[in-house]
């Protein structure tokens, strides 16, 4: 399958290898640097939503961050490679199909009736042309990545509620779960292996760091079937972590924790990608 991709960005990635900055939609950060065979995402990191939508939503603040991902855009800043999402998935979700993104309706956002009245036709295209400048975006720095190394690594970081998988009935959700059921086991076995026994090495201060696989996700967001539907060379990790470093409800973050995880990523996934794909 053709990977989509933005030219210009392509070639300036062939000739620096790097790129710093935030997109022209407004919609992502990035810092990449492929002298590495990885990116790390935060796709729902972010909490803006475009001036011009507001007075159609319903959904609270409060709401909109409960759902959102908080800080694990700052999970990953120490690694070399990254884009992390600035707008809400309130507005769009990267991890849905492109049918799906925009929640016009409850279904698509945990019951929620995001949008008081619906946005014009106009504002709905104006939303996708942001969720396509991104996969164009991630696609051009794939298509440099697999020149350079033959394969890559996409981290997908993610983080998820403790109370709704109490609810569930799950009583000891894990720290971290990776989500394996659209991986392909037979070509990426070790390197899928590798990354949960890298995830139980990392230190958290006062918490024992619990690793699980397929317990409350199972890693069938769209960036994952998207991306490794494009070739077979990319894998992509849908990793979750818990919000232990957070009040989920409140809504304030605990720093120490949360450092920990920084620390603790950046150096799993630096030595994760080294032993995966040599470079």
Not at 63 to 92: G, H, Q, V, W
Not at 213 to 232: A, I, Q
Request: with cysteine.
């Amino acid at each position: 399958m053709n990977i989509p991709c933005d030219p210009g960005i392509v070639e300036q990635l062939r000739e620096t290898g790097q790129l710093k900055g935030v997109s022209p939609t407004g919609g992502y950060s990035y810092n990449i640097d492929l002298s590495v065979p990885y990116i790390a995402v935060a796709i729902h990191a972010g909490h803006n939503v475009r001036k011009e939508l507001l007075p159609f939503m319903q959904i609270s603040e409060a709401a909109r961050f409960f759902e959102e991902d908080p800080a694990t855009d700052t999970m990953i800043l120490n690694c070399k490679s990254s884009i992390c999402a600035l707008d809400s998935r309130a507005e769009y979700d990267l991890n849905r199909p492109e049918e799906l993104a925009i929640p016009l309706t409850p279904e698509r956002f945990w019951g929620v009736q995001v949008f008081a009245k619906q946005p014009t036709e106009k504002m709905n295209l104006d939303t996708m042309d942001k969720y396509n400048s991104f996969y164009r975006f991630i696609g051009s720095c794939i298509t440099v990545l697999l020149e350079r190394f033959g394969a890559c690594i996409i981290y997908d970081m993610h983080s998820y509620n403790i109370s709704r998988q109490l609810e569930k009935g799950i009583t000891n959700p894990p720290v971290f779960n990776l989500g394996t059921e659209l991986l392909d086991k037979k070509h990426w076995g070790k390197e899928i292996d590798g990354w949960l026994d890298s995830l139980s090495q990392i230190s958290i201060p006062g918490i024992t760091t619990t690793v699980a696989e397929n317990m409350v996700f199972k890693g069938k967001g769209e960036l994952c079937r998207k991306l490794s539907s494009w070739n077979d060379n990319i894998l992509v990790l849908p990793t979750e972590i818990s919000k232990i470093y957070m009040n989920e409800h409140a809504g304030n973050i605990y720093p120490e924790i949360t450092v920990a995880l920084k620390n603790g990523l950046g150096k799993t996934i630096s030595d994760h990608s080294l032993q995966s794909i040599k470079y």
